[in-house]
Nanobody
Framework: QVQLVESGGGSVQAGGSLRLSCTAYGYTFSSACMGWFRQAPGKEREGVAAISSGGITTYADSVKGRFTISQDNAKNTLYLEMNSLKPEDTAMYYC??????????????????WGQGTQVTVSS
């Protein structure tokens, strides 16, 4: 059974940093397209970043230069390093897994498995 478990959320002041983790169980982690998404209250879910099985990364314009997605295949863990955080980054963050081919790995693809989310709150 596929399971994704996020951790690392919390409350920080603007300009601060957080690192989110997502540990995967029940499938070959290195073969999946992985993504981070977020949803703020009253807003639609948006894609933040994705990383293909080959290590190709894509980012939303709003986080480029501030966030870094990475993965450790030996630990079956996906990361999102978030720097220079802004109040508008406040949201519930989710990791997700997709089985699309690497060339189609971006947050607009279909992601089949989702974690339960971890809250990030950035105060001004």
């Amino acid at each position: 059974q596929v399971q994704l478990v996020e951790s690392g959320g919390g409350s920080v002041q603007a300009g601060g940093s957080l690192r989110l983790s997502c540990t995967a169980y029940g499938y070959t982690f290195s073969s999946a397209c992985m993504g981070w998404f977020r949803q703020a209250p009253g807003k639609e879910r948006e894609g933040v970043a994705a990383i293909s099985s080959g290590g190709i990364t894509t980012y939303a314009d709003s986080v480029k230069g501030r966030f870094t997605i990475s993965q450790d295949n030996a630990k079956n863990t996906l990361y999102l390093e978030m720097n220079s955080l802004k109040p508008e980054d406040t949201a519930m963050y989710y990791c997700a897994a997709s089985w699309v081919a690497s060339v189609y790995c971006y947050t607009g693809s279909v992601f089949r498995h989702w974690g339960q989310g971890t809250q990030v709150t950035v105060s001004s």
